[in-house]
């Protein structure tokens, strides 16, 4: 998203100069963003690096996403916009919690992948069903196949728990004395102002909270620390199901990610 910039740890404009960098500043806060959205400029931008002869690196976090590009994008039914501004209802009616028992009923596969705070996916699973009498799960069954659409090598880095942790609330130190709190302020002065799904993203949502007057700074902070251990423990389990990972453990005297890039360097075949 443009101008979400300290909650996402953009890399910075001197990084972004020195190494070519896609699918960053593509869509505006006021908008929604997709997983076939994802794929389909993804997939753009593989084109257009070949051309060049360089290499391509695909970095992130965000497992569903990875799993996108790697294996492609389940063919699911279309977005119904009546069944699906029904069950938002239902959520601020019933409560999240709700619908998420709800989904655990009829895709208990389902329910266990998405969070129980994670609204958009929650209403996309309970609106495939409706809309097919299928529990998503099926649909994604192409999402364990293993086939890599691309010659990819993938390397994953891991840390023990606490080390994460630690290294988590770092990180929303930083966040927080680099201005996130302004930068919120910002985005929801915009004339459009930020979609339900940019509002959900973890550190803006919990800001977002404070500046409504539901919770102090200092409780905001908390959360932002809690719910990222929480998407970085469901990213986890996420991972545990990829094939043919090259993992590299890593400690918290590890080396720097200079040194790190050499090992790894050494250990694959970027020939291919």
């Given at each position: 998203?443009r101008?979400?910039d300290?909650g ?9 100069q ?13 908008e ?9 400029l993804?997939e753009?931008?593989i ?13 992130g976090?965000?497992s ?28 601020q009616?019933?409560?999240l919690?709700?619908l998420?028992h ?10 266990a ?23 998503i ?23 023990e ?6 290294r ?15 930068e919120?302020k ?6 459009n ?15 977002i909270?404070?500046?409504?007057g ?30 043919n990972?090259?993992?590299y ?9 200079e ?6 360097i050494?250990n694959i075949?970027?020939?291919?």
């Open positions: 998203y101008r979400m300290i996402t740890a953009k890399p910075d404009p001197q990084r972004r020195a190494i070519k960098h896609h699918l960053i500043d593509v869509v505006e806060p006021s929604s963003f997709s997983l076939g959205r994802y794929v389909e993804a753009n931008a084109r257009k690096i070949k051309n060049t002869q360089s290499p391509i690196i695909a970095v976090g965000t569903m996403y990875i799993r996108g590009l790697l294996e492609g994008v389940f063919d699911g039914p279309g977005a119904d916009l009546q069944i699906r501004d029904k069950l938002k209802s239902q959520a009616s019933d409560g919690p709700a998420h709800r989904l655990s009923q009829i895709d208990p596969d389902a329910a992948r998405i969070h129980p705070n994670d609204e958009k996916r929650i209403i996309r699973a309970l609106e495939v069903y409706e809309l097919t009498g299928q529990p799960s099926s649909f994604q069954q192409q999402f364990r196949s293993g086939q890599y659409k691309y010659n990819w090598q993938i390397i994953g880095l891991r840390r728990k606490e080390d994460n942790n630690h988590i609330n770092q990180r929303v130190k930083r966040m927080i004395d680099m201005g996130l709190v302004e919120v910002s985005l929801l002065a915009e004339p102002g930020l979609s339900d799904q940019a509002a959900q993203a973890v550190g803006y949502a919990e800001i909270a404070h500046l409504q539901l919770s102090t700074l200092d409780e905001a902070i908390e959360n932002i620390k809690i719910n990222t251990r929480r998407f970085a423990k469901s990213q986890r389990t996420w991972f545990r199901s990829f094939q990972v090259n993992w453990d890593l400690t918290p005297n590890d080396d720097t990610p040194q790190l890039a050499e090992r790894i050494k075949d970027i020939s291919s």
